[in-house]
């Protein structure tokens, strides 16, 4: 199976081509619409690597942050 991306619009209920397209009559295709990422998405991760890098704070460095891991990571 081959895969083309094509722009439409969506108007009066039907997805209608920017262009045109070379399909015959009636064919099935699959429509794949892309949604904006919520707010606060972080598909790196890096903000969830910086909050936990922050709960060591005044420990870091101290060894006291290995000692007392489980109270950081879990916020007990």
């Known amino acids: 199976?081959?895969?083309?991306?094509?722009?439409?619009?969506?108007?009066?209920?039907?997805?209608?081509?920017?262009?045109?397209?070379?399909?015959?009559?009636?064919?099935?295709?699959?429509?794949?619409?892309?949604?904006?990422?919520?707010a606060g998405h972080d598909p790196t991760g890096w903000k969830a690597m910086r909050e936990f890098i922050g709960l060591a704070g005044e420990n870091a460095g101290s060894g006291k942050a290995s000692e007392d891991h489980d109270a950081l990571i879990y916020r007990r």
């Open 1 to 38: 199976m081959m895969t083309t991306a094509v722009k439409a619009i969506y108007e009066d209920g039907v997805f209608k081509p920017e262009e045109p397209v070379q399909l015959e009559e009636r064919t099935e295709v699959e429509v794949l619409i892309p949604t904006p990422a919520p």
